[in-house]
């Protein structure tokens, strides 16, 4: 028998998608906060948000994959990263559980899933009755977005 390694997720939804992010790059989650917008950004940065005196660029997930946008509402969550060096908020429609996966249970990811380009996946995880698309956080954003977010 060999060692069973669990990964911590925490599970979020994007529309009718289920995704989960590595615990460890999950800071804090946050709900939905006023949010400062910035000029000259791209579209799917929202803007900052003041968190405990700390300024943190805040992206709209679904923008980011190009999915369609949508009103933020009471379930609306912002989850607090630490992406290579920065810290960035997510928005999410929907954050609440905290799930052990199997890291012997996770598939490389299908070319192109719940409209999501893979660049942006690490893997799908099978649970029982559903299906987890894992991110790969570090490249949800490339170095020249990562630039700009670094010098607002």
Do not use: C
Request: no cysteine; net charge negative; hydrophobic share 40%.
């Amino acid at each position: 028998m060999g060692v069973h390694t669990n990964m911590k997720v925490i599970v979020f939804r994007l529309k009718d998608e289920k995704y989960g992010v590595d615990v460890q790059h999950v800071q804090s989650i946050e709900r939905m906060q006023h949010i400062t917008r910035v000029p000259d950004m791209p579209d799917f940065v929202k803007g900052v948000m003041n968190l405990r005196g700390e300024v943190i660029p805040v992206i709209d997930l679904r923008e980011r994959f190009g999915l369609e946008a949508t009103e933020y509402n009471h379930q609306t969550r912002i989850i607090i990263t630490a992406m290579n060096d920065i810290e960035v908020g997510l928005v999410v429609d929907d954050a609440n559980e905290v799930i052990d996966i199997e890291e012997a249970s996770i598939e490389p990811p299908p070319e192109v899933i719940g409209g999501i380009s893979t660049d942006y996946l690490q893997g799908v995880a099978r649970l029982e009755s559903q299906l987890i698309i894992l991110l790969n956080l570090p490249k949800v954003l490339n170095e020249t977005e990562e630039k700009e977010l670094q010098q607002i």
